[in-house]
């Protein structure tokens, strides 16, 4: 693995790093340098591979702890300063996208081919000019940008600020299997968000009669049986696709390449 981040602003020890919630920085706050505790905080960006100065926190302390709240929002709570335990907290508030219709899944949110990728967002001005950004990910360092699949023309007036949601993108299904990233821009600052595009399940199964043999190919609209309920296979499958079951209760399942249309 390789780092290529940006070196932090202030040197520390004992700060607190969370992941912003809908933002996609990492709030870097308080800490210690030269055994003095710290209240500057900053922001690494990402998609910047840098970090920004942000607010001072509500008391220079180290070794405190902190929490993402969702929306752009990180509390910071309680440390330590010169005489002891301290009971300061504070909520630092950006910008956040949030997404509508996408699935979320233990490896993050992501539509399937047929939809469109659609986001409103909290924390910026509502009305102001927003600029997007649409990237294909290839890799966790690196992106590329493909404004000729933006939906959303850059420099629109936007309403993010009031959880307005702005298509972004269709999902064909040559996306299946692809990470994007959205960046948006305005007054209140930057948020950066990432879905994935999954192919759309091409089959289904709706009924199972009679018993088949095993590793026996059976064609499309087929019905079969591995356990004795009544249940239907049924597929949107254009072109025919092999399905093999295993003679038992439990049935083991194989397409063919083909796609769906889209």
């Excluded at 500057?40 to 840098?50: G, K, M, R, S």
């Excluded at 910071?76 to 996408?102: E, H, R």
């Excluded at 990233?181 to 209140?188: D, M, Y």
Aim: with cysteine.
């Amino acid at each position: 693995m390789d780092w290529v981040a940006s070196p932090m602003l202030t040197p520390r020890r004992g700060h607190l790093a969370v992941l912003v919630e809908g933002n996609g920085s990492v709030l870097i706050a308080g800490g210690s340098a030269a055994d003095e505790p710290l209240a500057q905080t900053e922001l690494f960006e990402p998609w910047n591979d840098a970090f920004i100065a942000a607010g001072p926190l509500t008391a220079p302390r180290k070794q405190l702890t902190g929490a993402a709240l969702g929306n752009g929002a990180v509390l910071a709570a309680g440390g330590l300063n010169a005489n002891g335990p301290n009971a300061a907290c504070g909520v630092n508030s950006g910008p956040a996208l949030v997404f509508s219709g996408a699935e979320t899944a233990p490896d993050g949110r992501y539509y399937l081919n047929g939809q469109t990728a659609t986001i409103g967002g909290s924390g910026f001005k509502p009305n102001a000019l927003l600029n997007f950004e649409l990237r294909r990910r290839l890799s966790p360092s690196s992106s590329i940008s493909i404004p000729g699949r933006l939906l959303t023309a850059s420099g629109i007036t936007g309403s993010l600020g009031g959880l307005s949601f702005t298509p972004i993108m269709n999902i064909l299904t040559s996306d299946g299997g692809e990470d994007f990233v959205i960046l948006t821009s305005g007054p209140g600052g930057v948020a950066y968000a990432g879905f994935r595009a999954k192919l759309r399940t091409s089959f289904t199964f709706t009924r199972l009669v009679d018993s088949v043999l095993t590793r026996q190919p059976i064609p499309v609209r087929a019905t079969l049986s591995a356990d004795h309920s009544a249940n239907a296979l049924s597929t949107s499958l254009g072109t025919p696709a092999e399905f093999f079951f295993v003679a038992t209760a439990r049935a083991v399942l194989r397409s063919s390449a083909s796609q769906p249309p889209h």
